[in-house]
């Protein structure tokens, strides 16, 4: 009798364990939020937040309105067909650098790719942004982020 008391007590201390160690996961996860648009570098967070929780007029807010520019139906495409490499990619930020109306922001990127043993690759790539109207809007975002036909001249053969 006094085994199973002992034994009902620790499976209670361990139920009671597990139970505060969910807990304390769920309310310590920080969800990601929107930084001021002040700064280049809150511009570029905002973006890349935006594309990942598919807040895609939120991130088309942030493109520049100079000539390339992609429609909101092309932008939103292009985004969802790169969403499985979107998922896999992590960002931090380096350096920004302003310079009168343009700013680098250093971007550092992980990609993790699948498979029983987890690998990822780090790469350095940068965000390039304009000042317009005041506002700091994004000229240029690495892959997957990004489309290589935004703001680019598609070339054409010759005949």
Excluded: C
Aim: aromatic share 14%; proline share 6%.
């Amino acid at each position: 009798m006094n085994n199973d008391r002992f034994l009902n007590g620790i499976l209670t201390g361990i139920g009671v364990l597990i139970l505060i160690a969910l807990v304390l996961f769920f309310v310590r996860q920080q969800q990601a939020e929107y930084l001021p648009d002040d700064s280049p570098e809150g511009v570029v967070h905002n973006y890349i937040l935006g594309v990942v929780q598919h807040d895609y007029e939120r991130a088309y807010s942030y493109l520049a309105d100079i000539q390339k520019k992609p429609d909101f139906p092309q932008f939103q495409m292009e985004l969802a067909r790169s969403e499985n490499e979107i998922k896999r990619v992590s960002v931090t930020f380096g350096e920004i650098f302003i310079t009168d109306d343009s700013a680098t922001v250093a971007l550092n990127m992980s990609q993790s790719y699948g498979g029983p043993i987890t690998r990822s690759s780090w790469y350095a790539e940068t965000a390039q942004l304009i000042r317009e109207n005041g506002t700091w809007k994004i000229v240029n975002m690495p892959y997957p982020l990004w489309s290589w036909n935004w703001y680019n001249e598609v070339i054409k053969p010759l005949p």
